[in-house]
């Protein structure tokens, strides 16, 4: 029934938590915050976090080169507060100051995350380091399959090119559509499509492509690989001289964990 899958797309989609900015305004990219907390996470060693959440750490510095996402952050600068367990070794300071490194580390070389502070509560002391974070988050909400592609104005075909050269960069497992059309036309029957074009060939297009990537992979890197790749399906499209100008928002909503990390 239309109102039971407007449901379910209503809870996929708050299930993903804000829609943080990976890199600079120029890089368009953004990340599910479910799965950038879920990469963080893993990174916290014999800690373990709890009530994470990721937001603003000022005003935004730079509004988005691109069209971002719905409801997506500007880009600027972000910041992380968070419940801590922690273990004492040697001090409690240390080992909160330890985690807070780890964070920042992670952000920056495993995701390319602009997060600059990280606010930790100890709400507990551990006898002993906790266990490695399990890989259940980060890569549980977004689609599982290849994913669908659609489009306002632009053709079917088109959409499938550009997936199918968004599938082709490393680091990319899958489309992973989550972030679907306004909710007033999801009622209606529009799926969420993991590449959505808009614009008509030989005019300004738009393509916001989701994806979920791989363990290992840096999300900023391989955002930029996709952004490309999209890019230069459709540049490549218009009969004019001067080829259309393209812009392209890629959005990851979900990394998969390291094999060792799933249970």
Do not use: F, N
Not at 60 to 79: H, I, Q
Not at 86 to 95: I, K, L, R, S
Not at 217 to 241: F, I, M, N, Q, S
């Amino acid at each position: 029934m239309p109102a039971e899958r407007l449901t379910h797309m209503v809870r996929r989609q708050l299930g993903l938590g804000r829609l943080l900015p990976l890199g600079r305004a120029a890089d368009g990219a953004w990340i599910a915050e479910e799965a950038a907390v879920g990469v963080l996470c893993r990174a916290a060693g014999g800690a373990r976090l709890s009530g994470v959440r990721i937001g603003p750490a000022g005003p935004a510095t730079d509004g988005p080169a691109v069209p971002p996402p719905p409801s997506a952050l500007p880009p600027g600068p972000l910041r992380l507060t968070a419940d801590l367990a922690v273990y004492a070794d040697p001090t409690v300071p240390a080992a909160v100051d330890a985690v807070r490194g780890a964070l920042l580390d992670c952000a920056d070389r495993g995701l390319g995350l602009p997060l600059t502070a990280a606010d930790l509560r100890v709400t507990e002391l551990l006898d002993a380091p906790a266990a490695p974070e399990a890989g259940g988050r980060g890569g549980s909400s977004a689609g599982s399959g290849t994913g669908g592609s659609g489009t306002e104005a632009g053709g079917r075909d088109e959409a499938g090119r550009v997936a199918r050269a968004v599938l082709a960069v490393d680091g990319v497992a899958r489309l992973a559509p989550v972030v679907g059309p306004a909710l007033s036309r999801v009622a209606a029957g529009p799926a969420a499509s993991a590449v959505q074009v808009t614009g008509a060939s030989g005019e300004r297009r738009h393509v916001l492509v989701e994806v979920a990537l791989s363990p290992g992979v840096r999300a900023l890197d391989a955002a930029r690989a996709a952004r490309t790749a999209a890019h230069d399906v459709l540049a490549g499209t218009g009969r004019a001289k001067a080829a259309p100008r393209v812009t392209v928002a890629v959005l990851v909503t979900a990394v998969d964990p390291p094999p060792t990390a799933r249970r």
